[in-house]
T-cell receptor, first 113, second 115 residues
Framework: KQEVTQIPAALSVPEGENLVLNCSFTDSAIYNLQWFRQDPGKGLTSLLLIQSSQREQTSGRLNASLDKSSGRSTLYIAASQPGDSATYLCAVNYGGSQGNLIFGKGTKLSVKP | GAGVSQSPSNKVTEKGKDVELRCDPISGHTALYWYRQRLGQGLEFLIYFQGNSAPDKSGLPSDRFSAERTGESVSTLTIQRTQQEDSAVYLC?????????????FGQGTRLTVV
């Protein structure tokens, strides 16, 4: 069974810190991996998409890496801000006729001013 | 439209009633997903549509749940004889296709409360 695990489940940091969120998956035959953010009571906002052939993607203060062989991805947030407080979700796309995004349970991030 | 649109945004229904939730994907997106998110929980996959292929219904929790999609446009998720455990946010997403290069974009969800 394909599973996606995110660690830690919750994280609280002071403003300005750099931080890393972790995502691991059991089956390395992925199409892509996507990081989302979810604010309370809202839908999901796509942050970064990493294709299976890529090793990392960057957008502003965010950097996501992918290591398929070890079944891991990390989301690095530089110089965290209170506005970064949200739940961060990792989703793995296995594609094909049974393609669906398999989500981790998320990491709830709180950045304290 | 510019993004994935879901309606209604909120729905309160009595136990035993049927409900229909609607999703309008981004124009041109062939792949469409439905997910459910119960309070404090992760996202549960429900159903996936890809073009004209048979949908992947493997996530539907019971035969009270069904979904349809008209071509490559709007989709409706129907829950018959609703139960209190159906209370959740129902999220719809679409992507250009289900392939390696495409991002999934989510709607804001429909919050269903069964009383």
């Amino acid at each position: 069974k394909q599973e996606v695990t995110q660690i830690p489940a919750a994280l609280s940091v002071p403003e300005g810190e750099n931080l890393v969120l972790n995502c691991s998956f059991t089956d390395s035959a992925i199409y892509n991996l996507q990081w989302f953010r979810q604010d309370p009571g809202k839908g999901l906002t796509s942050l970064l998409l990493i294709q299976s052939s890529q090793r990392e993607q960057t957008s502003g203060r965010l950097n996501a890496s992918l290591d398929k062989s070890s079944g891991r991805s990390t989301l690095y947030i530089a110089a965290s801000q209170p506005g970064d407080s949200a739940t961060y979700l990792c989703a793995v796309n296995y594609g094909g006729s049974q393609g669906n995004l398999i989500f981790g349970k998320g990491t709830k991030l709180s950045v304290k001013p | 439209g510019a993004g994935v649109s879901q309606s209604p945004s909120n729905k309160v229904t009595e136990k035993g009633k049927d409900v229909e939730l609607r999703c309008d994907p981004i124009s041109g997106h062939t792949a469409l997903y439905w997910y459910r998110q119960r309070l404090g929980q992760g996202l549960e996959f429900l159903i996936y549509f890809q073009g004209n292929s048979a949908p992947d219904k493997s996530g539907l929790p019971s035969d009270r749940f069904s979904a349809e999609r008209t071509g490559e446009s709007v989709s409706t998720l129907t829950i018959q004889r609703t139960q209190q455990e159906d209370s959740a946010v129902y999220l719809c997403a679409s992507s250009l296709d289900g392939g390696a290069n495409t991002e999934a974009f989510f709607g804001q969800g429909t919050r269903l409360t069964v009383v």
